[in-house]
């Protein structure tokens, strides 16, 4: 005969700190085993939780991945180093702009070229755009998974303006393809900075509002408070990055520490957080946000004119396209790096970048020629999915459903 | 400073009733029923859309009619997701075009495969084809929605031509040995 229990809220909370159930049992109990996902509202995406539950509680819980692999890193030997730029597009595609960014610099690096200052002005620029960007749908998404659905209402309006500036630019409001290897795809367009400053001057209210929704909110606060707790040393060896790492009170940002495309110019802070829960990690994407927007403000403050594509990258990787419909030498070199790419030194170089979700890493193995031997991503998600396993066991299923919000994963850059 | 510990809020006796939040949650709300709408009843309104987008890719024509294609295969060759296909064709010599020599006699683009990257209209050498307003398509079967040429051409239509590359050619030959 099945035995009901009903557990109130609280009584579910003390039952967490309830030793595993042993001696003086009365019947006999047997841990149940249940799926959550691939297709879960709360698992954002196509991941999967074996879990082993007692009761409410979890004693295992087992992330399943690779429902979402389409082998990027294979498909990446097959191509031109500019050919896979729409792919990195697809990897964390809340945030396509940083990741078109950090791909062109590791291939810059191997090509060993230097960007001119307006095209790393431009890219620091939709960098943060994107974190922007990311982070509004992690704060939406996770307000929706413990239920506060007004703040993702708030926080797609504002993405929405976002998209619109990012489809003014670059001509996709998704998957935006805008960085080329030495360059840009093109230059921005007549008084786009001026609707970005705009839109910073209207969104900072906005954000302080919606933030206001949730962070002096005690329903809120029960769901995340002590919630999902990550030690700073295990957030250091399960390879955490990003927010969920300087949430745990490690304040490390590669913007800071390994400064590129003249990040070192801007001055902004990088928030950590102090317990290392749900809470925390909460608190520093909205910080985050507010730093973002303090870069944006000082890069268009002293927004460099000039060039917007590197002199030696149109010999390697783009002829300028006038001359392309004129002159017979650049048309046979569009032909040359079309069919068979452009001729890159051999070596290995790996670049990683900070990205709103963490450290993007590419490592490319280059045997001289075309298309790379090699192409390792390394995506944060994936590392900050590691860490799941640790974090979830003795929890209850719904404080799960609150740490995946926190985590704020993408699974395409996790599948890759 | 650079790195900076964030504060966390120690709620007041009145907060631990939940009851201010859900009172500054509803004033919140309440100034949002009022202020303008931000969403658009699409379909009869449509989004305007900017210079540059990148919609469906077409095939124009330049200003005198003629096809601008060569056929090169160049958009073929880049494309990532290989959403292009092309039969290269003879210009016959006697037509007035016939210095052109080539035209695509098949050009088809898969438009369940394309992913609107825009690497077509960038390498190509003749400025043919073009990703322009058009964003959403539909159809009943998978045949549909392989755009062909005469599909192609009549999405795209005709576009100034600034170079006139092959009206040069033209004159050139009829002046004499070009080279």
């Known amino acids: ?416 | 400073m650079a790195v900076i510990p964030l504060v966390r809020p120690t709620l007041t006796l009145l907060e631990r009733t939940y009851l201010p939040q859900i009172a500054s949650g509803l004033k919140t709300t309440l100034k949002h029923i009022f202020s303008p709408n931000v969403t658009l009843e699409y379909p009869e309104q449509r989004p305007a859309i900017p210079p540059g987008y990148r919609g469906v890719p077409t095939l124009v024509m330049d200003p005198n009619g003629r096809e601008k294609c060569v056929s090169c295969q160049l958009c073929e060759f880049v494309c990532p997701p290989k959403a292009i296909r092309i039969t290269p064709g003879e210009i016959p010599a006697d037509a007035p075009t016939g210095h052109v020599e080539k035209a695509p006699q098949a050009f088809d683009i898969d438009m369940l495969r394309c992913i609107y990257c825009g690497l077509c209209q960038e390498v190509c050498p003749e400025e043919a084809i073009f990703l322009q307003n058009q964003y959403s398509m539909s159809g009943y079967t998978r045949a549909e929605m392989v755009n062909h040429k005469d599909r192609l051409y009549e999405l795209g239509g005709t576009l100034p031509d600034s170079h006139h590359k092959w009206d040069k050619k033209l004159a050139a030959e009829k002046s004499g040995p070009a080279h």
């Not at chain 1, 890193?73 to 396509?96: C, G, H």
């Not at chain 1, 030495?182 to 007549?190: F, H, S, T, W, Y």
Request: hydrophobic share 40%; aromatic share 10%.
């Open chain 1, 1 to 416: 005969m099945a035995t009901e229990i009903a557990f109130s809220d609280s009584a579910a909370k003390s039952a967490r700190v309830r030793p595993a159930p042993g001696a003086g049992q009365e019947f006999e109990t047997e841990k149940m085993s249940l799926s959550m996902g691939p297709s879960h509202p709360s698992t954002h995406g196509v991941l999967r939780l074996q879990m082993e539950l007692d009761g409410e509680i979890l004693t295992k819980c087992d992330p399943v991945i690779g429902y979402l692999h389409r082998g990027d890193e294979k498909i990446a030997e097959n191509m031109t180093y500019n050919q896979f730029v729409p792919y990195t597009d697809r990897l964390d595609y809340i945030a396509p702009l940083a990741n078109n960014m950090a791909y062109a610099i590791a291939v810059e690096k191997l090509a060993k070229l230097e960007v001119p200052a307006r095209c790393q002005a431009i890219r620091v620029l939709t960098a943060e755009l994107a974190r922007v960007s990311s982070h509004l749908l992690g704060l939406g998404a996770f307000g929706i998974d413990v239920g506060a659905w007004t703040v993702f209402m708030y926080a797609f309006e504002e993405r929405e303006k976002l998209y619109k500036l990012f489809e003014e630019l670059t001509g996709a409001r998704f998957t935006t393809s805008y960085s080329r290897i030495g360059g840009l795809q093109r230059d921005v367009p007549e008084g786009w900075t001026g609707r970005v400053g705009a839109f910073c001057d209207q969104f900072l209210p906005i954000l302080e509002e919606t933030l206001a929704l949730l962070t002096r909110n005690k329903i809120f606060m029960d769901r995340t408070v002590g919630v999902g707790v990550i030690s700073p040393a295990d957030a250091i060896a399960y390879g955490l990055t990003g927010p969920n790492l300087r949430g745990s009170g490690v304040g490390l940002d590669l913007r800071k520490d390994k400064p590129y495309s003249g990040y070192e110019q801007y001055r902004f802070d990088v928030p950590v957080g102090t317990k290392g829960d749900c809470y925390d990690r909460y608190l520093v994407r909205g910080e985050e946000m507010r730093q973002s927007i303090r870069i944006i403000r000082q890069v268009l403050a002293n927004f460099p004119g000039g060039d917007w594509y590197a002199k030696d990258a149109r010999k390697i990787f783009a002829p300028p396209k006038d001359k392309i419909l004129t002159s017979m030498e650049e048309l046979i070199q569009n032909f040359m790096i079309v069919t068979e790419g452009p001729q890159l030194p051999a070596g290995e170089v790996y670049f990683e970048a900070e990205n709103p979700k963490g450290a993007l890493g590419f490592y490319i193995v280059s045997k001289g020629g075309g298309v790379p031997w090699r192409l390792k991503i390394r995506a944060p998600s994936f590392a900050n999915l590691s860490i799941l396993p640790k974090v979830c066991v003795g929890c209850l299923v719904s404080d799960v459903v609150a740490i995946l919000g926190s985590f704020d994963f993408v699974m395409g850059e996790c599948d890759r």
